[in-house]
């Protein structure tokens, strides 16, 4: 109850001393549920090498205990850890096993759950179709089985990949229903997540007003709920705000404290992303040299990771290495 309404702290006490009884106790079944919930609130708080350790430790729990609900639940959050840290095919890797063991087992929630976190792999590399369907058939699972967060979870994949292509009516449908989803469940995080997709498709519709509006408001709920790597998201979504509206100058410290996050957290896209936005304001304010060093940085770890954003940024780079002092900042 603690960790879906994001009071991450009181969780994370209150399993440590389950864990702590089932140790004394010898309960390994017990060991393992609790470690495969610490690292589940360790992967939302952004630690990813204590939450990967907790899970790791619960699947081998699991493994030896034979009991492959268990190894698939946690084969899903161990996806979701190699999917944060932008290790793309480990996370698909993860994620098929875990949907494979689902399928064998006919756990329909399971199977929801994992269709929706490959489908968030398939949307930061690009493959936006495949993200769709992935997000539709858990969507289809989660409203049959009565689940009101999956369904939050997957309309909100969803309101993302219809921004990206631009289906805006599609995306704000979507991501409205998202929030209210958790609105009513009282999920903090998860609001935070779409109100930051709703200020990001009011910026690229050039509703910049409502856009920084609803981008404070994800801000103070992901700071509340202590997620260094979606404030570093919030952020790399508010910088794109000066940049566009007020001037590049004023973009650059949010990309700065967006990076320095990002890194803290061991979120390598959520870095790009502040370096390629810092970069090009730079590049904008007249800055070749810092502009192209950013930019740079910028696609070397998109490159490395898959990310969908490489192309764009060297496209961008290539342009500044061959072209003006001065550009545009937007691309």
Same mark, same amino acid.
């Given at each position: 109850?603690?960790?879906?309404?994001?009071?991450?702290?009181?969780?994370?006490?209150?399993?440590?001393?389950?864990?702590?009884?089932?140790?004394?106790?010898?309960?390994?079944?017990?060991?393992?549920?609790?470690?495969?919930?610490?690292?589940?609130?360790?992967?939302?708080?952004?630690?990813?090498?204590?939450?990967? #350790?907790?899970?790791?430790?619960?699947?081998?729990?699991?493994? #030896? *205990?034979?009991?492959?609900?268990?190894?698939?639940?946690?084969?899903?959050?161990?996806?979701?850890?190699?999917?944060?840290?932008?290790?793309?095919?480990?996370?698909? #890797?993860?994620?098929?096993?875990?949907?494979?063991?689902?399928?064998?087992?006919?756990?329909?929630?399971?199977?929801?759950?994992?269709?929706?976190?490959?489908?968030?792999?398939?949307?930061?590399?690009?493959?936006?179709?495949?993200?769709?369907?992935?997000?539709?058939?858990?969507?289809?699972?989660?409203?049959?089985?009565?689940?009101?967060?999956?369904?939050?979870?997957?309309?909100?994949?969803?309101?993302?990949?219809?921004?990206?292509?631009?289906?805006?009516?599609?995306?704000?449908?979507?991501?409205?229903?998202?929030?209210?989803?958790?609105? #009513?469940?009282?999920?903090?995080?998860?609001?935070?997540?779409?109100?930051?997709?709703?200020?990001?498709?009011?910026?690229?519709?050039?509703?910049?007003?409502?856009?920084?509006?609803?981008?404070?408001?994800?801000?103070?709920?992901?700071?509340?709920?202590?997620?260094?790597?979606?404030?570093?998201?919030?952020?790399?979504?508010?910088?794109?705000?000066?940049?566009?509206?007020?001037?590049?100058?004023?973009?650059?410290?949010?990309?700065?404290?967006?990076?320095? *996050?990002?890194?803290?957290?061991?979120?390598?896209?959520?870095?790009?992303?502040?370096?390629?936005?810092?970069?090009?304001?730079?590049?904008?304010?007249?800055?070749?040299?810092?502009?192209?060093?950013?930019?740079?940085?910028?696609?070397?770890?998109?490159?490395?990771?898959?990310?969908?954003?490489?192309?764009?940024?060297?496209?961008?780079?290539?342009?500044?290495?061959?072209?003006?002092?001065?550009?545009?900042?937007?691309?």
């Amino acid at each position: 109850m603690r960790q879906v309404t994001g009071d991450y702290p009181a969780a994370a006490d209150q399993l440590q001393r389950s864990l702590d009884l089932y140790t004394e106790l010898g309960n390994r079944l017990g060991q393992a549920n609790a470690r495969h919930e610490i690292g589940r609130v360790r992967q939302v708080t952004g630690d990813y090498p204590a939450a990967g #350790d907790q899970l790791q430790q619960a699947l081998d729990l699991y493994t #030896d *205990l034979g009991i492959r609900v268990g190894q698939a639940n946690a084969l899903s959050e161990l996806g979701r850890v190699e999917l944060a840290t932008g290790d793309y095919p480990a996370a698909v #890797d993860q994620l098929q096993r875990s949907l494979d063991l689902y399928t064998e087992l006919g756990n329909r929630l399971g199977q929801a759950n994992a269709l929706h976190e490959i489908g968030r792999v398939r949307q930061v590399t690009g493959d936006y179709p495949a993200a769709a369907d992935l997000f539709a058939r858990s969507l289809d699972l989660h409203t049959d089985l009565g689940n009101r967060l999956g369904q939050a979870n997957t309309l909100w994949g969803l309101g993302r990949v219809r921004t990206v292509i631009g289906d805006f009516p599609g995306a704000a449908e979507a991501l409205h229903r998202a929030h209210a989803l958790y609105t #009513d469940l009282g999920n903090r995080l998860g609001q935070a997540e779409a109100l930051q997709d709703l200020g990001r498709m009011r910026t690229v519709t050039g509703d910049y007003v409502t856009a920084a509006h609803l981008l404070q408001r994800s801000l103070v709920l992901v700071r509340e709920v202590g997620n260094p790597q979606g404030e570093a998201e919030v952020l790399n979504s508010t910088g794109a705000l000066p940049a566009l509206s007020a001037g590049p100058g004023e973009a650059l410290a949010v990309f700065r404290e967006a990076r320095r *996050l990002a890194r803290a957290a061991g979120s390598p896209v959520d870095e790009a992303r502040a370096l390629e936005g810092a970069g090009r304001a730079l590049a904008a304010t007249g800055d070749r040299g810092g502009g192209l060093a950013d930019l740079r940085a910028a696609v070397a770890v998109y490159r490395r990771i898959g990310a969908a954003e490489a192309a764009g940024a060297a496209a961008f780079l290539a342009g500044l290495e061959d072209g003006p002092d001065v550009v545009d900042a937007t691309g």
